[in-house]
């Protein structure tokens, strides 16, 4: 057997084949009595010598098993978490006040951990410098009361007490919250204003969420975007979700044909060159640019903007730029 690895967690499992399972593949054996792992892993595990049989190490994840044997298993659990943030990056603190914060999140910094992902998220800093958040959201997610994907930049409202967490969640559940984006996109939307209002469900592949009818399970989901410039080959846009759904405005429009820029997952076919492919765009381009919501002691509404992004801006300065040399 090999020694563990720093990175690296053994759980020793043992079981014996049953009678009826006489002549079974060892790999298969091994999926269907602990079936914690994918059978390729598992052959992996009998290839690096980590599986006996009847004291005997084993080596061909084929051999065939007989009923009574008994199976040994070093069940290696690789280290798969990624840490929250890129290197260098970090928040930005845009008001502070005794019951909330409000901060900038940048491209590349995940709001909170997970099973695969710890150290460097938003939270985890936000818990550092100011001990005693509360977790309205869970013991993990201290202080977050919503959140952006990782690749979405821009403001974020942070509870510092318990009474202001309990009011800032209700506020966005019962959508009393005003949430404005920016938005760069491909092509140019057929109209200056519209309401998006395909319902969405859960897609075949575990992580896309796809337009599917009311009928066949989908949830309501509302977007109202605003054309603020029309590049030719992209347009700059402003848009407000009245539902908060996963990926909502990434998803609605690509729908409607006009993915966000640099969106990997809900990119439709359109691909965008930029600079003659000089200038490259690392992430979706959106940004969450204003959030409008009742303060939670005094109840008065309360507006605060995040700055677009180096990157939106340099790529808005290209496109107006070769625009401008087209005409």
């Known amino acids: 057997m090999q020694d563990e690895s720093p990175k690296q967690r053994v759980n020793r499992r043992v079981f014996h084949v049953e009678p009826t399972h006489t002549g079974s593949r060892l790999d298969r054996e091994l999926t269907r009595s602990l079936g914690d792992l994918p059978r390729e892993r598992f052959k992996e595990l009998v290839q690096d010598g980590h599986v006996r049989i009847d004291g005997e190490v084993a080596t061909r994840p084929s051999v065939k098993v007989k009923g009574g044997q008994k199976i040994e298993v070093e069940m290696i659990e690789r280290d798969r978490t990624r840490p929250g943030c890129v290197e260098g990056v970090d928040y930005e603190l845009l008001h502070e006040e005794e019951t909330f914060l409000v901060v ?11 099973e ?11 818990a550092e ?22 690749e979405t930049s821009g403001v974020l409202v942070v509870a510092r007490t318990e009474e202001a967490g309990v009011e800032l969640k209700r506020q966005f559940a019962d959508r009393e919250v005003k949430k404005v984006y920016c938005a760069i996109i491909y092509g140019e939307p057929r109209f200056d204003s519209d309401w998006l209002e ?21 949830r309501e989901a509302s977007t109202f975007y605003r054309t603020i410039e029309r590049l030719g080959r992209a347009s700059y846009v402003e848009c407000e979700p009245k539902t908060g759904r996963t990926h909502q405005i990434r998803v609605h429009f690509e729908y409607m044909g006009n993915p966000v820029v640099g969106d990997r997952l809900y990119r439709g076919k359109r691909v965008l060159r930029l600079a003659g492919g000089k200038f490259k765009v690392a992430r979706h381009l959106l940004h969450a640019f204003r959030l409008t919501f009742g303060h939670p002691v005094t109840g008065e509404r309360v507006t605060f903007e995040a700055p677009l992004p180096e990157d939106m801006q340099q790529t808005l300065a290209i496109l107006r730029r070769e625009a401008a040399e087209e005409d």
């Open 129 to 150: 410098k100011y001990p005693g958040l509360p977790s309205p959201q869970g013991e993990d997610r201290p202080g977050i009361v919503h959140r952006l994907d990782s």
């Open 116 to 126: 695969t992902v710890r150290g460097g998220t938003l939270s985890e800093r936000l």
């Open 198 to 218: 395909q319902p969405l469900g859960r897609g075949r592949q575990s992580e896309r969420i796809s337009v599917v009818p009311v009928s066949e399970g989908g």
């Open 104 to 114: 900038y999140k940048p491209p590349g910094m995940i709001v909170h951990p997970s």
